[in-house]
Nanobody, 121 residues
């Protein structure tokens, strides 16, 4: 059993900043990639940012230069620092991780429950 718990969402004005956190817990042997996705009302879920164990990152074009993804391996936690937020960033943000479990060494794709980010004046 592996769980991802997100936090840090909320209401912010355009141009503001928020930092999202996602902590993984459970029967974890290894975490490879961790990432953030988002889903806005009436739209499909899309990749926002991803980071692998070695530290390489990739971002959606719409957030490059504004968002930064990072991770603390000791805490099994990934962060998303969001700056210069725009109304179009409004969405439910979901944490995602590729995890090899310590029980049976199976590979799981795990999703968090999501945290709502609302950018509005």
């Amino acid at each position: 059993q592996v769980q991802l718990v997100e936090s840090g969402g909320g209401l912010v004005q355009p141009g503001g900043s928020l930092r999202l956190s996602c902590a993984a817990s459970g029967s974890i042997f290894r975490i490879n990639a961790m990432g953030w996705y988002r889903q806005a009302p009436g739209k499909e879920r899309e990749l926002v940012a991803r980071i692998i164990t070695g530290g390489s990152t990739n971002y959606a074009d719409s957030v490059k230069g504004r968002f930064t993804i990072s991770r603390d391996n000791a805490k099994n936690t990934v962060y998303l620092q969001m700056t210069s937020l725009k109304p179009e960033d409004t969405a439910v943000y979901y944490c995602n991780a590729g995890i090899t479990t310590s029980l049976g060494y199976t590979y799981l794709e795990v999703w968090g429950q999501g945290t709502l980010v609302t950018v509005s004046s």
